[in-house]
C-alpha cells in the first residue's frame, strides 16, 4: 500500500484558443495556404510534480490564473492532461465549484441526493450520510421546500455541507473556506480542526487565505504561471505568496494618480521585509518632490487592511521644498496577526496637493505564530484592575 494519497507526475496541460473563425471549407483552405492555423496555443500546467501524503491536509495556493483550477480538474478526473501521470489512492470527492449540481425546483432533500449521485455515491450511502448534512448545515425545516426559494446564504450552506461529509478518503476543497454567517463559519473551523487529527482523511485545499494555509495545512505548494515555485513548508508558501502580492499591488500602477504639477513624486517604501514577528520592527521611508512656492505639509496614516480602520494618524507636520526622504521605524509588539497599508498625503495652504496611489503607498503584514488573528491588539494592553 503506497503511504500517498495523491500523486502528480510530470503533468503537462494547455488549450486551444481560436484566434480566426472560417466559416466553411473555402475559408478553412485559404488560412490553411496562408499558414493560419486558427487557434493558439496556451500552457497552463507546465510539468507540475507533487505528492500528499494519507491525511494530510495539503494546501494549493496562486494568484488568478496560475493555474489551480485546472489542475484540480485534472486531479477529479474532469480534464485529462497532455502528458505525465495523476494517481489516486481512495475515494476522492471533489468540491470544485460549491453548488454546482444543484437543481432550484427540486426540494433541499433531492439535491441532496442528486448531489450525491453526481459524485458516485449510491442512494443507500447517501441515506447514511444524510442526517450529518442537515445536521451541519443546520436547515431541517427547509428540507422539503424547493431549493429556489432558498436565500443564496442557505444554498451556500447546504452545499458546503454536502462537501464536508461526504464519507471519501480524499476532499478536494476550491475556495470554499469563506462560506455563510459567522456563527456557521466558526462551525467550519471547528470541522476542521477535527478532521486534520483524522489521519484516514486527505484534504487538498486550493484559496487566497493564508490565514488558512498556515492554520490547517501540513504542507503546501505555490503556483506561479503553470509551474510549482515553492513546495513544502506551509509558512514559506504562504510568506512568499503575501510577497508577491505586495509587488504586484506596488507595481500595477503606471498613471502617476494622485501627484500633481508641484508634487511630481509622493512614495512609501519598506526598508525592511514586508512580512514580519511580533518581536521586529517595521522600517519604512517617506520619498517626496515639492517643486511649489507654499509652505507644504505632509501627513502619513496606517491602516489596519484586515478590519478596514486606521490605527494610526501622524497628523501634519510641515516639510522642506524639494525632493527629501523622511525615515519612520514602527515597533509591532502590541500588535497580532493583520495586513497594514501607509498612505499619505501632502498638503499646501488647506488643500490637498498629491496623495499616495495604490502603487505608491506601503503594504506589510505580520505572520507569527505565537499571535491571535482574530483581535488587532493583543490582551497584554488590556490590565485587570483590583477592587
Known amino acids: ?42 500552457e497552463i500546467l507546465k510539468d507540475i510534480s507533487f505528492k500528499v501524503e494519507k491525511g494530510e491536509f495539503f494546501g494549493i ?88 426559494n432558498y436565500s443564496s446564504g442557505m444554498q451556500v450552506r447546504l452545499a458546503f455541507s454536502i462537501a464536508i461529509k461526504a464519507q471519501g478518503d480524499i476532499l478536494v476543497l476550491d475556495e470554499v473556506l469563506a462560506v455563510g454567517d459567522e456563527a456557521f463559519q466558526r462551525k467550519c473551523n471547528d470541522f476542521f480542526i477535527k478532521i486534520k487529527k483524522d489521519k484516514s482523511k486527505t484534504v487538498i485545499l486550493v484559496t487566497h487565505d ?26 514559506d508558501v504562504a510568506n512568499s505568496y503575501i510577497e508577491e502580492n505586495f509587488k504586484i499591488k506596488e507595481t500595477n500602477s503606471t498613471k502617476k494618480i494622485g501627484s500633481s504639477e508641484y508634487v511630481p513624486l509622493l512614495k512609501i517604501k519598506p526598508i525592511s521585509k514586508q512580512i514580519l514577528k511580533a518581536n521586529d520592527k517595521f522600517e519604512f521611508e517617506i520619498q517626496y518632490d515639492y517643486t511649489g512656492n507654499g509652505k507644504p505639509y505632509l501627513a502619513f496614516s496606517i491602516q489596519d487592511e484586515s478590519r478596514n480602520s486606521t490605527i494610526y494618524d501622524s497628523g501634519q507636520f510641515q516639510i522642506k521644498k524639494g525632493k527629501h526622504t523622511i525615515r519612520k521605524r514602527m515597533p509591532l509588539s502590541i500588535f497580532n496577526n493583520t495586513d497594514f497599508k501607509i498612505v499619505a498625503a501632502v498638503r499646501v495652504d488647506g488643500k490637498i496637493e498629491a496623495f499616495t496611489n495604490e502603487a505608491n503607498s506601503c503594504l506589510f503584514s505580520i505572520k507569527d505564530k505565537k499571535n491571535e488573528d482574530y483581535a488587532l491588539l493583543k490582551d497584554i494592553m488590556i490590565e485587570d484592575m483590583k477592587d
Open 210 to 235: 493564508m490565514g488558512s494555509v498556515k492554520k490547517y495545512c501540513d504542507k503546501a505548494i505555490f503556483i506561479r504561471d503553470g509551474e510549482v515555485v515553492i513546495s513544502g513548508n506551509k509558512d
Open 1 to 42: 500500500m503506497s503511504k500517498y494519497a495523491l500523486e502528480v507526475k510530470n503533468v503537462v496541460k494547455s488549450f486551444k484558443l481560436p484566434t480566426e473563425q472560417s466559416n466553411g471549407i473555402k475559408q478553412a483552405f485559404v488560412n490553411w495556404t496562408k499558414g493560419i492555423k486558427g487557434y493558439k496555443k496556451l
Open 61 to 148: 495556493v496562486g494568484r488568478n490564473g496560475s493555474g489551480k483550477s485546472t489542475l484540480l480538474k485534472i486531479i477529479s478526473q474532469i480534464y485529462t492532461p497532455d502528458s505525465g501521470k495523476v494517481k489516486v489512492n481512495g475515494k476522492l470527492v471533489p468540491f470544485i465549484e460549491l453548488g454546482v449540481g444543484f437543481n432550484p425546483e427540486l426540494t433541499g432533500r433531492e439535491n441532496i441526493y442528486l448531489n450525491g449521485a453526481l459524485l458516485g455515491f449510491s442512494h443507500e450511502e447517501v441515506a447514511k450520510m444524510y442526517d450529518e448534512i442537515v445536521d451541519f448545515a443546520e436547515l431541517h425545516e427547509f428540507m422539503d421546500q424547493k431549493l429556489k
